[in-house]
């Protein structure tokens, strides 16, 4: 008899009606009130402190996202060999969802920034944040169906990967080539720990903290060293997946990963000053790009994908979802507030377009997250069987 599957960290979150999501919220929220508050200047001056070689804000971004990018890259090598998406078709609809909700956002951000230097900023508002879009979902109870749970954590987890792809090819710096070579060497020992069978972890924890120093000299931002460290790391599955070095070290940090790392990162990057702003700072083609990319290019591009993929026969509706209610899923998804701040940070660093995207990605999801729960509270509880 097969031993039960252990709970994910993923099903973890859906289990705890998304704790993390609801405190990710309160972070933000704090953010913005210090920021707007006598606070403010000390909010600002304490990230921008300097601890050794970074500053705090650095030390989070790039030191302990780094780690949040790790548990990114243990659910995705996870879902794809353990877990819901182990088979094309059970990939089919959140790969198609996700694609198209990156590319419609992005389409939205280049018609309002066309031509000018602000167009670097186009992946900003194709991502989603699972903690806050599950928190919200927490928030509605038994309206949504655990099958749309569901397919909006593996829409997000597809939507990660490409944005670690993005990451990595279109938010890389100069590289320097000893530093790379050094951080390839690296990952070929972890590669070699994996191939020869060594299933405790401190041995790839203490390499992936090498890893993580060089990939951060090299150029490539050092959060890309958490995946590439998770894809070392051996998983078992079947009756071996209570002792899966995998699951092992997801488990022991999703709570850290959820209650405190990203809390911590939306607290550091979540407060705008509004006091004093000028109005022609909401009409911004940044603040608009990311804006309107999240609330409407998100959701048009992931129900139109899914629409089109579900009346095309390459995937099946979710079970006992309507459309009404995927709709309201879809509009979640224009949740980006974490990877949205965070690729916000990569692509501007001036305090004028930093400012923009903070009201955008603020705007978007907030307006994203309340028209989300608000068709999902007006839609149907029951539907029709899929067909299909």
């Not at 606070?39 to 705090?56: C, D, I, T």
């Not at 597809?158 to 990595?168: R, S």
């Not at 488990?251 to 022609?280: D, Q, S, Y």
Request: aromatic content about 6%; glycine content about 12%.
């Amino acid at each position: 008899m097969a031993s039960p599957r252990p709970i994910s960290a993923i099903r973890g979150l859906l289990a705890s009606e998304a704790a993390g999501g609801i405190v990710l919220m309160a972070a933000a929220a704090a953010a913005l009130a210090v920021a707007n508050t006598g606070l403010g200047r000390f909010y600002a001056e304490a990230l921008h402190a300097k601890l050794g070689p970074l500053s705090v804000r650095h030390w989070i971004n790039d030191g302990l996202m780094a780690v949040f990018f790790l548990l990114v890259g243990l659910e995705i090598k996870r879902e794809a060999l353990d877990g819901r998406l182990r088979t094309w078709a059970d990939r089919a609809l959140p790969g198609i969802a996700a694609l198209g909700g990156m590319l419609v956002p992005a389409l939205v951000y280049l018609a309002l920034n066309a031509g000018a230097g602000t167009a670097r900023g186009w992946a900003i508002p194709a991502a989603t944040d699972i903690a806050f879009a599950l928190g919200v979902l927490a928030l509605l109870g038994r309206r949504v169906p655990v099958s749309l749970k569901i397919f909006l954590s593996a829409v997000a987890i597809v939507d990660d990967l490409g944005a670690v792809v993005i990451i990595a090819l279109f938010y890389t710096g100069g590289l320097d080539l000893p530093m790379l070579g050094c951080a390839a060497l690296t990952l070929a020992l972890l590669a070699g720990l994996n191939r020869a069978g060594v299933v405790r972890l401190a041995p790839y924890l203490l390499l992936g903290l090498v890893l993580w120093v060089f990939v951060l000299r090299s150029g490539i931002h050092a959060t890309v060293a958490g995946v590439l460290l998770a894809l070392t790391i051996p998983i078992r599955v079947g009756k071996a997946r209570a002792t899966s070095p995998l699951h092992r070290l997801e488990h022991a940090l999703n709570t850290v990963v959820a209650l405190a790392i990203v809390p911590v990162f939306g607290f550091a990057n979540a407060g705008v000053r509004l006091v004093g702003l000028p109005p022609a700072a909401l009409v911004d083609p940044v603040t608009l790009g990311v804006a309107l990319g999240l609330f409407l290019g998100k959701p048009l591009g992931v129900f139109a994908s899914v629409w089109l993929a579900i009346r095309a026969g390459l995937a099946r509706r979710p079970s006992g979802a309507g459309w009404a209610q995927l709709g309201g899923v879809a509009q979640l998804c224009g949740i980006g507030f974490t990877m949205s701040l965070f690729l916000g940070g990569l692509a501007f660093a001036d305090a004028a377009h930093e400012t923009a995207v903070k009201l955008g990605v603020l705007a978007g999801s907030l307006l994203s997250g309340l028209a989300g729960a608000a068709v999902l509270i007006l839609a149907p509880r029951r539907d029709r069987p899929p067909r299909g």
